[in-house]
């Protein structure tokens, strides 16, 4: 497509009273900027620019590879002195459009309309009707509904703020015009700032149409100014989430009380309690469940899963059904074969349990391979850390553990081999055969326990 986007970004949003860019904040656990080029991207254009002001080092560090063009607006002086930095680099032939970095929910069906009235010569502007109004400049219409100008609430009347109808701020322009009407911007206003809004009056004066898209969604244009704002986008935002999953196939117990802060593959009949986060990309099989306040971060997920409250996993391949939980901890590089059980309090790290295999109660099992049919007993801790390295743990197939056992790495124990409770293994555990260590058991006839002296 012969388009050019223009994403500005080089606001320093004071509001939110931080030392990180506005459009890097996160808003379903991504950058606001991400949001936007995201929906750049879907719209296939020529050529994307990004102008950046405050923070901008940051903001490129963390979009280094995002395929843009980065232009710097040394002064933030107004959102048409943002475009001016740009369109020097745009030709002439081009259509362009001007999009926000802090407006993460607009849809690409939106912008194509502003688009396609760009392209047939015209400006093209984005409105909404908002019941509180508050903040937005009033677009400024004739007696025949066609748009004459924007005032900024600054400096508009009492009459004209009482308008709902309001200016977003993404118009679109084949970019010859706009540039002449860039050009002549001035900053004649209470900011003192020169205002892209102004550029409707400048088309007006040359005869060309100005016509508005309404958003029926006015969440797609909404921006975010400070905090509050930020999080009411993000319940805007899982709405969305919530909606897209349902209509998928997902039951959510309770849509309002779930985030998803990635993207969520899943197969049929899964179902998920409440107050779930999914993060980064996390795939689920068919017939799995996810119980109450679990968290699960770049995790793929078998059949017939499931995932008890209050588990985090993350980074790991969980396999057909598999059972996790309550309370466990499930850390990265974690494979979890077909049919094991993985019970409260335990936490996993770096390993990986074969099929069949069991840890229910209260264990550590860190930089191990557990091999099939394996019962770890409660309690169990591979010690994997000498204090400066990290060492492994090989455990064979149907072997026995018995509860608080310590296998000190690297240690190997053999198939079918049976650990005696209470043992600290030091040294290869043979196959087949029973291993323990213990102190002999004794008892002391006449000791008697301590006791506080009266008075």
Request: charged share 20%; net charge negative.
């Amino acid at each position: 497509m012969d388009l050019s986007i223009i994403i500005l970004a080089a606001g320093q949003g004071t509001r939110m009273r931080s030392e990180l860019p506005k459009v890097l904040h996160p808003l379903g656990g991504r950058p606001l900027l991400a949001h936007a080029l995201d929906t750049a991207h879907r719209l296939e254009a020529a050529a994307i620019h990004v102008v950046i002001g405050h923070g901008a080092d940051q903001v490129r560090e963390a979009f280094a590879q995002a395929g843009v063009h980065w232009a710097i607006q040394e002064r933030q002086l107004g959102t048409g002195h943002a475009v001016a930095q740009v369109l020097p680099d745009v030709p002439d032939s081009r259509t362009v459009l001007v999009m926000y970095g802090d407006v993460p929910l607009i849809t690409p069906a939106t912008l194509e309309k502003l688009v396609g009235i760009a392209a047939q010569g015209e400006l093209a502007v984005l409105t909404a009707a908002l019941d509180d109004p508050t903040g937005y400049g009033r677009i400024l219409q004739d007696a025949s509904g066609n748009i004459r100008g924007i005032v900024e609430e600054k400096d508009a009347t009492v009459e004209q703020r009482r308008l709902r109808e309001i200016n977003s701020g993404f118009l679109a322009a084949p970019a010859g015009r706009l540039r002449a009407w860039v050009q002549s911007l001035d900053n004649s206003n209470a900011q003192g700032e020169f205002y892209l809004t102004d550029v409707v009056a400048l088309a007006v004066r040359d005869g060309v149409a100005v016509r508005g898209v309404h958003a029926a969604d006015p969440h797609e244009i909404l921006g975010v100014n400070d905090r509050a704002q930020l999080a009411a986008l993000e319940r805007c935002f899982q709405q969305r989430q919530a909606s897209e999953c349902l209509r998928a196939g997902v039951t959510l117990i309770d849509p309002a009380r779930f985030d998803l802060r990635g993207r969520l593959t899943a197969g049929q009949d899964v179902v998920i309690d409440v107050n779930a986060v999914l993060e980064g990309t996390v795939r689920l099989g068919n017939r799995v469940t996810v119980g109450p306040n679990v968290v699960m971060r770049n995790t793929t997920v078998g059949d017939d899963v499931i995932i008890l409250a209050n588990c985090v996993i993350e980074d790991a391949l969980i396999g057909d059904g598999a059972r996790i939980g309550p309370f466990a901890r499930i850390r990265p590089e974690t494979v979890l074969a077909a049919g094991s059980h993985i019970g409260n309090f335990v936490e996993i790290k770096k390993s990986q349990v074969g099929e069949g295999s069991k840890i229910n109660h209260l264990s550590y099992i860190g930089d191990a391979s557990v091999g099939c049919n394996v019962n770890i007993g409660a309690g169990t801790i591979t010690c994997n850390y000498d204090g400066a390295y990290k060492h492994r743990t090989v455990i064979g197939d149907n072997v026995f553990i018995g509860s608080d056992t310590q296998l000190v790495a690297p240690v190997e124990v053999g198939d079918g081999a049976t650990i005696g409770a209470g043992s600290t293994i030091t040294r290869d555990a043979p196959a087949g055969e029973l291993t323990l260590s213990r102190a002999p058991q004794q008892s002391r006839p006449g000791w008697k326990r301590p006791v506080k002296r009266k008075g």
